[in-house]
């Protein structure tokens, strides 16, 4: 009798054992999951950024050729003062040509804010590569602990299943079909060590005639949420 309690007790154990071993298991994969999440996402940063920087380059040599065409007819005009023919015309072209100037003039103050910008978004850019090769230095540190656990959980994992054969061969023939039923159902939760006359499981009081069960070694299973049934030491 005693020994049916020692081995569902080491049974109860050694599930408990087998979930917290799954359980880190499963983890892993997601915190590498999360580590590749965060290296897309800083490659993400960085491409968008890339991306604005483009644009404002593009909006910047726009308009540097739009001052180049400007001072190209600046020129021509200068050029055709001499050749006016009245003083009317002679003023007309000066004052286009001063206007022009004035343009230009205020557009190399837009161009220079533009550069000014680019600079900006380029420091941001190089945080964001910085904030990429982390990330990147982070994925690699993590797939290799990743790897470690994994191995060595799977080692551990193994020592238990094996602990579990063991102990299911000490179980007595008529707990077997029970056990297994219930334990593929459940894990760990297929047992309730009793307490102050509870089951530990699901905390629901037990009858005294179960409590003479389970103290007499008989197969019992709790009335509320069906684990099996083995006293507290
Ligand atoms: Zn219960």
Redesign the pocket.
Known sequence: MTTVLNVLRDLHRIHQQLADIQGRLDRCPKLLHASQAKVKQAETALSDKKGVIQQLHLAAKEQELVLEERAAKITDRQARLKECASNKEYQTLKDEIQSEEQANSDLSDQILLAYEAIDQQQEQAAELETKLIESQQELETTTTQVTEREASLKVDLERIQSDLSSSEKELPSEFVGEYKRITSARGEEAF?EVANNC??????QITAQMMNDVLTGKLTV??????I?YPGE
């Open positions: 309730g089951c530990g499981n699901c905390y629901q709790c009335g509320s949420c069906g684990a049934l």
